[in-house]
């Protein structure tokens, strides 16, 4: 809204500073810290309200150290993600933006589920929630809403490079032209980046057109198939990371931030020739939604850190997962997932592998056995007699790690 506003004070009258408004990393900046303001200087409004409401976390006693002490915190406290993160998005974005939309309505959409999740548990005495099929069918809408809106909408495209015969002519013809002359014009593609390929490119559509070349009308079943599968994922691996103070939050904020780098310069057409990426026209608005969504993450963990004064709940977690899935997804690097959010997948991992060594064990020695001794993994690692802010850490400096792999992949070809 302060966009439009000062856009049109600049546009009219010529008003002083007014111009600073349509530098992206003005707005981005000014987006983080008043992300960071609303959430440390309300969040503890927020959670003195929530402990007036009783809102407090229920902890079954699984002999892990320190946890029966966190009865009684909070919870729900992903309102303050989400209002940390939405109201400098209104103010600084511009909202007709197609990834801003997008993503706006996946912040709504998965808060609504993890609210009513966390609210079935806290209000109505349900200790289950939200039955596991709603929660996937809601997930599996997004996904629907998502993929079709990315495949079909016409402000959705990309640019490629021209041939580089074609670059080499025009090159010649002037060693000063614009990067802009580089590449072809717009057009709508489901191509996106894969690690470790020699091009850095892989087409959804080439999964079917290897049958016959006609069915390339059909790229879009592939395609919004593939997005149903990456949100419900992610949304689902941060949702089973959100088990310890501190952990689920200090690694998205990691992945977002990594996820801005990949919006900033597949955005800007001088680095996507410079690092020879694919350029998308309108995506480094995102580059504001992530600045505030960091904040929003960064101050959300001045209460979070351990000893926790409020946990996230379902209403953080399955929103943080849905919204790093649709980033990736808007900047063509959701094939990198499996790397940049491997603090997810491990987490995952962990459960399905416990889950099904422990039924595969009852069924052929009639007894459960258990690969670790606590699923998610880091209740194994509580469980092995590390104390929790250190996990915590660790499983950071991996997330670290992770992200800047990730960022090298893109020269690995």
């Not at 990426?277 to 351990?306: C, D, K, Q, S």
């Not at 929790?388 to 090298?408: M, P």
């Amino acid at each position: 809204m302060l966009y439009y506003l000062f856009d049109y004070l600049e546009q009219e009258f010529q008003f002083p500073g007014a111009s600073l408004f349509g530098f992206l990393t003005f707005r981005a900046a000014v987006a983080i810290i008043l992300s960071l303001l609303i959430s440390t200087i309300f969040g503890k409004r927020i959670i003195r309200f929530l402990q007036r409401q009783q809102v407090g976390e229920t902890i079954r006693d699984l002999g892990l150290d320190g946890q029966v002490e966190k009865a009684g915190t909070p919870t729900m406290g992903g309102i303050i993600i989400i209002l940390a993160t939405l109201i400098p998005v209104l103010l600084l974005a511009k909202l007709a933006n197609v990834y801003i939309i997008l993503l706006i309505v996946t912040t709504v959409w998965m808060g609504i589920i993890g609210f009513i999740d966390d609210y079935l548990k806290k209000f109505k005495n349900n200790k289950d929630g939200l039955k596991g099929r709603f929660k996937i069918l809601g997930q599996v809408g997004l996904g629907i809403i998502v993929g079709a809106t990315m495949y079909f909408h016409s402000d959705v495209t990309i640019k490629e490079k021209l041939p580089e015969d074609q670059q080499t002519v025009l090159l010649a013809q002037d060693p000063n032209i614009s990067p802009s002359k580089l590449f072809d014009k717009e057009e709508k593609s489901t191509k996106t980046t894969i690690p470790f390929m020699k091009s850095n490119e892989f087409d959804y559509a080439d999964l079917i057109t290897w049958i016959s070349p006609d069915l390339e009308k059909y790229a879009w079943v592939i395609f919004i198939l593939a997005s149903i599968f990456i949100i419900t994922a992610v949304s689902n691996g941060a949702n089973l990371t959100d088990g310890i103070d501190g952990l689920a939050a200090g690694t998205s904020a990691i992945i977002v931030l990594t996820l801005g780098i990949f919006a900033w310069v597949s955005g800007n057409i001088i680095f996507s020739e410079y690092l020879d990426i694919m350029y998308i026209p309108r995506v480094e608005e995102i580059t504001i939604y992530i600045a505030a969504f960091v904040g929003a993450l960064i101050g959300f963990l001045w209460y979070n850190t351990y000893p926790a004064q409020v946990f996230m709940g379902d209403t953080g977690s399955l929103t943080i997962g849905g919204i790093i899935a649709v980033i990736a997804i808007a900047v063509r690097k959701e094939w990198l997932i499996p790397v940049l959010c491997g603090i997810f997948l491990a987490e995952n991992l962990s459960v399905m592998m416990q889950v099904s060594y422990f039924k595969y064990t009852r069924k052929k020695y009639g007894e459960g056995r258990r690969i670790f001794k606590m699923s998610p993994l880091h209740h194994h690692y509580q469980k092995s007699g590390y104390h929790e802010s250190k996990i915590v850490t660790r499983f950071w400096i991996i997330g670290i790690l992770l992200a800047i792999i990730s960022i090298v992949t893109l020269k690995i070809r």
